[in-house]
């Protein structure tokens, strides 16, 4: 993030440049009507940043849980965002976006899981 964008004389091609080595660089003004706008820039360009970065780290995954195993399935519905949930013969099958650490958790305890690129 670069603040005081509306110090700069060209605010576009100064961002330009600079995404040549941090793509995902937002310029931030905390003048409030400052000369410059992008689509990624001031508060809402961070926020947006924000959002796909966080997505990115939390990215979404079925997971297969047998129906019996309530703490499982209670603790999913605690860490992960489930996004959605169906049971089909004894097997509880959860779509949520879920953070690494516990894919790999899960998965080390044997749990089916498949991430977004594998659904």
């Known amino acids: 993030m670069f603040n005081k964008a509306d110090l700069l004389p060209d ?12 793509p995902h660089a937002v310029l931030t003004s905390s003048v409030p009507h400052s000369a410059f706008r992008t ?6 360009g961070l926020r947006a940043v ?3 970065s966080a997505q990115a780290l939390r990215p979404i995954a079925q997971i ?9 399935l209670a603790n999913l519905h605690r860490d992960a965002e489930v996004m ?14 879920v953070e690494a650490k516990l894919l790999g958790k899960l998965r080390r305890e044997g749990v089916e899981v498949l991430l977004g690129t594998e659904l």
């Not at 959605?84 to 976006?97: K, L, P």
């Open 11 to 22: 605010p576009e091609a100064f961002l330009a440049q600079v995404r040549e080595r941090y």
């Open 39 to 44: 689509p990624h820039s001031g508060v809402e």
């Open 50 to 52: 924000l959002r796909t």
């Open 64 to 72: 297969r849980v047998p129906l019996a195993d309530g703490r499982l």
């Open 84 to 97: 959605e949930q169906v049971q089909t013969d004894g097997v509880v099958v959860i779509t949520a976006r």
